[in-house]
């Protein structure tokens, strides 16, 4: 039952996390994609440190900031008596470890809606479509091994599937696939009796894993578990390229993007929202 509750909550947040960041990116749509993450690392950057100032001990920190800074100026200033400068440096270094007693338990909190958001933005940004030509492979992994020969795929004509490659021992089965057309695509999935249709599209939000483990889910959110699990299928993915975003013509991960983008945000948004960090 504690299971069950555990996948519901986790469907739950990820339902909430899809639709918001689909909300957030779908004015963007058919701009360059660096436009659309700038923009919503932007927001989160500031709606992060808005939720750090209401869970911090916010009068606590900015008194420790004080005496760090304090502390800091008497190990400058009596830098040649000793005696002074190693009681400023205990203090500085009593002080250091309470501001961080004060500010974790606020950025565990926060982590929480940090890390969904960045999974979302991952089947957006951190995977791109085939291209023609280029190959990916398709693998699922069974819970029951004895179905591995009960196992088949077909595919759209756009799609060029290599035969099935068995793993018994592992429960693992694998196809290579190779794109023909720059089009979206589609592959059926058999196992037994139950089957399972899965589009390969040309850009936006793409799903490179789908699993039934919820810490997987939570990494890479997906549709379609359950139904895969009920064909005894624990874990299917397909090993889209790496995406990246491009700036003036430059190649950028887009995990750099985004952690550089919402830090500025939130550093510019503190002097207004009055937020010690």
Excluded at 2 to 19: C, E, M, P, R, Y
Excluded at 82 to 106: D, T
């Amino acid at each position: 039952r504690g299971l069950v509750t555990l996948n519901s909550l986790i469907d739950a947040l990820n339902t909430g996390a899809s639709a918001l960041v689909g909300l957030l990116l779908k004015p963007f749509m058919g701009f360059s994609p660096f436009l659309g993450l700038f923009v919503v690392s932007a927001l989160a950057g500031v709606v992060l440190l808005y939720l750090y100032g209401k869970v911090s001990a916010q009068k606590k920190i900015r008194v420790l900031k004080r005496e760090i800074l304090a502390n800091l100026q008497d190990v400058l200033l009596f830098r040649h008596d000793v005696g002074i400068m190693l009681r400023a440096q205990l203090r500085l270094f009593k002080c250091s470890g309470l501001y961080f007693a004060y500010a974790f338990p606020a950025l565990i909190v926060l982590m929480i809606p940090c890390l969904l958001v960045l999974a979302q933005l991952n089947l957006y940004f951190g995977v791109r479509a085939l291209q023609p030509g280029e190959t990916a492979m398709l693998k699922i992994k069974l819970s029951s091994p004895a179905k591995i020969r009960e196992v088949s795929l077909e595919s759209s004509p756009g799609l060029e599937v290599s035969p099935a490659v068995r793993s018994p021992a592992d429960g693992e089965v694998a196809w290579r696939v190779r794109a023909l057309e720059p089009v979206a695509g589609w592959y059926r999935l058999q196992v037994g009796n139950g089957q399972v249709r899965r589009n390969l599209g040309t850009g936006g939000k793409l799903e490179p894993v789908v699993s039934h483990s919820w810490l997987e889910r939570l990494m890479y959110p997906a549709s379609g578990w359950r139904e895969l699990s009920a064909m005894a299928v624990d874990e299917l993915s397909f090993s889209y390229p790496a995406g990246e975003v491009s700036f003036m013509g430059i190649g950028l991960n887009w995990i750099l993007v985004f952690f550089v983008v919402s830090l500025l945000a939130g550093l510019v948004a503190s002097r207004f929202l009055k937020v010690e960090i």
